[in-house]
């Protein structure tokens, strides 16, 4: 359950998805939504520390 908090776990799923599976883009929508969200969070995360560092 910790690991699931970890975005490399759902990437290796993704992965794993495609070369085990063959799955399909339906197949690798939550975990490329969960790495979009960390993606977003990330960023925004990031543009507000600099911005900071700016002033």
Do not use: C, Q, W
């Not at 359950?1 to 599976?21: K, S, T």
């Not at 799955?23 to 969070?41: E, N, P, R």
């Amino acid at each position: 359950m910790i690991a699931n908090l970890f975005p490399a776990i759902h990437f290796m799923d993704m992965i794993r998805g495609v070369v085990l599976r063959d799955a399909t883009f339906a197949d690798l929508g939550s975990g490329a939504l969960v790495l979009s969200l960390y993606s977003i969070f990330g960023i925004a995360t990031a543009s507000l520390r600099f911005k900071k560092s700016l002033e």
